[in-house]
C-alpha cells in the first residue's frame, strides 16, 4: 500500500470540503480545539474564529457566520454544537468527536480541579472574600453581554421583538417559571408574529 | 421530583433535558440551573451558586462548563463527568444530525424567520440570568455598586473582561465587598 493511500481510510467528509486549502486532521481537530478552549477566558467564541478563520483558514468568514448561525439556532451550547459541525465537516463523526473532545477534555480537567479545591478552601475567609469580588464583577459582564445584544433591536425599534424579551425577562426572572414551559409557549407565539409580520412586508 | 433516586441519574437526567431547552447557548440556561440546583434540588445554595458561577468565569473553556461544577457538587468527579456530557452530548448529536441534512438538501441559509423569532427569546433569558446572578452575588450596596460599574465598562469599552475579573477579586481581597 503506498502510503498516500492512507489519508483514504478516513471517512468520507459531510461536505465536499475540496476547495479550501487546509483540510485539518483528527489529531490536528483535537489540538486545535483544545487551545481555542484553554485561550477562550469569558467565552470561546472570539478565539475559535481567530483560529478557524484567521490563523488556519480551514472556513472563510461567511461559512464561519452561517455555520455559527445554525450553531446559535440550535439548543444546546453553541460552541460545543459548533465543534461538532465543524469537525464532521472535515472528517465525518470522527472529527466530530476529536473536536469536541479537544474542546471540553482539557477545561473539564481544570475546572474538576477547581471544584475540588473549592470544596476543600472554599469556606476559608480570604478566598470567600475574593470570590465574592470576582463573582460582582463576573455578573456585571453578563449584564453588559445583554446590552449590548439589546441594541440592533432597539435600533431598528423593533417594538414586538422587545416586547417579547420583556415577557421573557418578568417569565423567568421575576416569576421563576419552569424554562421549558417559558420557551414552549414563546417559541411558537413569536414564530407567528415573526411569519405574520414577514407576510405583510413582502406581499 | 425524584431526589431519592440516584444522584447521577438524576443529573443526567436533569441537564439532558435542560439542554434540549437551552437556546441561546449556555449563559440562557443559568436562570434554569439555579432554579433547579437550589430552589428545587437543593444541590447548593445561592451563595454557593454565585461562587460557581465565577470560578466558571475565572478558568478559560466553555461557559457551559458551569454544569462541571455543578455536578461535582452533588456527585464528585462521576458527577462532573456526568452533568458535562449530558448537558453537550444530545444537543451536539442534535447538531450533527442537522447540519448533515441541511447539507444534503440543499444551499439555501438556515431560515432567517426562525432566528428572527428565537433572538428576543435568547436576549430574555439572558437578561434573566443577568437578574438571578446579581441577587445571588450582590448582598451589599457596594456589591451592587460594583456589578453596575463592571456592566458600564464592559459595554461601554473593549477592556478585556479578564482585567474586570481581576479588579472584582481584588476589591474582594482588600475586604470592600
Not at chain 1, 477534555?105 to 481544570?110: D, G, H, I, W
Not at chain 1, 423567568?172 to 407576510?199: D, E, K, Q, Y
Not at chain 2, 462532573?80 to 444537543?91: D, S, V
Request: hydrophobic share 55%.
Amino acid at each position: 500500500m503506498p502510503p498516500d493511500s492512507r489519508t483514504d481510510a478516513v471517512p468520507a467528509p459531510d461536505i465536499a470540503a475540496a476547495h479550501l486549502p487546509n483540510r485539518p486532521g483528527l489529531a490536528e481537530l483535537f489540538l486545535a480545539f483544545a487551545k481555542m478552549s484553554l485561550a477562550g477566558f469569558g467565552g470561546v467564541l472570539v478565539w475559535a474564529r481567530r483560529a478557524i478563520v484567521e490563523q488556519h483558514r480551514w472556513m472563510t468568514a461567511e461559512e464561519f457566520n452561517e455555520t455559527y448561525a445554525l450553531c446559535h439556532f440550535l439548543p444546546g451550547p453553541n460552541v460545543v454544537n459548533l465543534s461538532v459541525v465543524f469537525g464532521s465537516r472535515f472528517r465525518g463523526i470522527a472529527g466530530g468527536i476529536a473536536a469536541f473532545a479537544g474542546l471540553l477534555l482539557p477545561p473539564m480537567a481544570l475546572m474538576t480541579i477547581l471544584a475540588a479545591l473549592y470544596v476543600r478552601y472554599g469556606e476559608i475567609d480570604v478566598l470567600r472574600r475574593i470570590l465574592a469580588g470576582v463573582s460582582c464583577a463576573a455578573v456585571g459582564l453578563a449584564i453588559a453581554v445583554v446590552f449590548r445584544m439589546m441594541m440592533p433591536p432597539i435600533r431598528k425599534r423593533d417594538v414586538i421583538g422587545l416586547g417579547l424579551m420583556v415577557a421573557v425577562f418578568i417569565a423567568i426572572g421575576l416569576l421563576r417559571l419552569p424554562l421549558a414551559a417559558v420557551l414552549l409557549a414563546a417559541t411558537p407565539l413569536s414564530l407567528a408574529i415573526n411569519f405574520v409580520m414577514r407576510r405583510r412586508a413582502s406581499p | 421530583m425524584n431526589s431519592g433516586a440516584n444522584p447521577i441519574a438524576t443529573l443526567v437526567w436533569t441537564f439532558g433535558l435542560m439542554s434540549l431547552f437551552a437556546v441561546g447557548g449556555a449563559n440562557a440556561a443559568i436562570p434554569e440551573m439555579h432554579r433547579i440546583a437550589v430552589d428545587i434540588q437543593h444541590w447548593l445554595t445561592d451563595k454557593q451558586f454565585a461562587d460557581i458561577y465565577a470560578i466558571s468565569q475565572l478558568s478559560p473553556g466553555p461557559n457551559v462548563l458551569i454544569v462541571t461544577l455543578i455536578g461535582y457538587s452533588v456527585a464528585g468527579i462521576a458527577g462532573a463527568l456526568a452533568a458535562t456530557l449530558a448537558m453537550c452530548g444530545p444537543t451536539a448529536m442534535l447538531a450533527y444530525g442537522v447540519s448533515r441534512f441541511l447539507a444534503r438538501s440543499s444551499q439555501s441559509r438556515w431560515p432567517a424567520t426562525i432566528q428572527a423569532a428565537l433572538v428576543p427569546l435568547s436576549i430574555g433569558l439572558m437578561g434573566a440570568s443577568g437578574l438571578i446572578l446579581a441577587q445571588a452575588a450582590d448582598r451589599t450596596w457596594v456589591a451592587v455598586l460594583m456589578t453596575a460599574a463592571a456592566a458600564a465598562l464592559a459595554f461601554a469599552t473593549r477592556l478585556n473582561p479578564f482585567w474586570m475579573l481581576l479588579a472584582g477579586g481584588l476589591l474582594g481581597f482588600a475586604g470592600v465587598v
